[in-house]
Nanobody, 124 residues
Framework: QVQLAESGGGLVQAGGSLRLSCGAS????????MGWFRQAPGKEREFVAAIRRTGDGTYYADSVEGRFTISRDNAKNTVYLQMNSLKPEDTAVYYC?????????????????WGQGTQVTVSS
């Protein structure tokens, strides 16, 4: 198991940017595939982006492609989500998640550990 902690959420106007960070405990971070999900009130948790353990592969939801960028720094045990051109519909609690054995998983059930989430609110 790995413990995850998100940070960097907040309130931003439409068109603005935020950078989320997710720090992981332990010395096995470089062996874990990582993902970001989000959940808006009354909606199911949805996939946002994923990155391979080595950082050489990424995948994005269509709704964020071209606006969001996922990256990682294995030396710092941290994964990032750079969010640009934010829209009100991006408002949600954002979660990072860790997957030990699956390559770029897209479903919440394929992840093994979750952070507590960080709120992102985009005003119009």
């Amino acid at each position: 198991q790995v413990q995850l902690a998100e940070s960097g959420g907040g309130l931003v106007q439409a068109g603005g940017s935020l950078r989320l960070s997710c720090g992981a405990s332990g010395r096995t971070f470089s062996r874990i595939n990582m993902g970001w999900f989000r959940q808006a009130p009354g909606k199911e948790r949805e996939f946002v982006a994923a990155i391979r353990r080595t950082g050489d592969g990424t995948y994005y939801a269509d709704s964020v492609e071209g606006r969001f960028t996922i990256s990682r720094d294995n030396a710092k045990n941290t994964v990032y989500l750079q969010m640009n051109s934010l829209k009100p519909e991006d408002t949600a609690v954002y979660y990072c998640a860790a997957a030990w054995n699956r390559d770029l998983p897209l479903q919440p059930g394929e992840y093994d550990s979750w952070g507590q989430g960080t709120q992102v609110t985009v005003s119009s």
